[in-house]
């Protein structure tokens, strides 16, 4: 099966930009998916199809796909940002969606 | 306004059948390429995919599940039910039913979710 590799967790300062990270198998063909997820909430989606932002979503979140490695990119970060952070591609051979296992994200 | 929400039971015992309803309002099931997913989520734990089901009636089961798993919509209610059956205390988790819809490159993502609803399993 498919398997989509996170950082674990990672922390950034105010102000700074957080690079989050998901690895997969020639994942920079496929359309990826990154979701949102703040304590006690549902996810949310902030980007789709590799770099597009649904309508609310801040022009800081955007992402970028190639080769084996995507990346979620945000920018000025916010203590709001804090959240744990979920990759997600369609896997084509077997048909059906994958997650990473998610990244938290700090705000120091 | 797309709105989903989870109902169900909320406590659970080993070896029942779990059944969940998605309710949702603001999109139609019959559209071409929309569906509804069930994810689920341990507590502190990731985000596992369940099953899906698309407009068209296709299904799509998660390959570790497939044996306990049953999909099935009902367009004139905006209902989606998941059942599951043989439950575990390992199927402890909040469970989201989410809309899907294509990627531009083939495949789905999940658009709007519900905010969840946890089931516990525990003799």
């Known amino acids: 099966s498919y398997v989509l590799t996170q950082p674990p967790s990672m922390s950034v300062a105010p102000g700074q930009t957080a690079r989050i990270t998901c690895g997969g198998k020639n994942i920079g063909s496929k359309s990826i998916q990154w979701y949102q997820q703040k304590a006690g909430q549902a996810p949310v989606l902030v980007v789709y199809d590799d770099s597009d932002r649904p309508s609310g979503i801040p022009e800081r979140f955007s992402g970028s796909n190639s080769g084996n490695t995507a990346t979620l990119t945000i920018s000025r970060v916010e203590a709001g940002d804090e959240a744990d952070y979920y990759c997600?591609?369609?896997?084509?051979?077997?048909?059906?969606?994958?997650f990473g296992g998610g990244t938290k994200l700090t705000v120091l | 306004q797309i709105t989903l929400k989870e109902s169900g039971p909320t406590l659970m015992k080993p070896t029942q059948t779990l059944t969940l309803t998605c309710t949702f309002s603001g999109f139609s099931l019959s559209t071409s390429g929309v569906g509804v997913g069930w994810i689920r989520q341990p507590p502190g734990q990731a985000l596992e995919w369940l099953a899906l089901?698309?407009?068209?009636?296709?299904?799509r089961y998660s390959p570790s599940l497939k044996s306990r798993l049953t999909i099935t919509k009902d367009t004139s209610k905006n209902q989606v039910v998941l059942t599951m059956t043989n439950m575990d205390p390992v199927d402890t988790a909040t469970y989201y039913c989410?809309?899907?819809?294509?990627?531009?490159?083939?495949?789905?993502?999940?658009?709007?979710w519900g905010q969840g609803t946890l089931v516990t399993v525990s003799s």
């Open positions: 089901i698309f407009w068209n009636d296709d299904k």
């Open positions: 989410a809309r899907t819809v294509d990627t531009a490159v083939g495949g789905n993502y999940f658009d709007y």
């Open positions: 997600q591609v369609w896997n084509s051979r077997s048909d059906h969606p994958v």
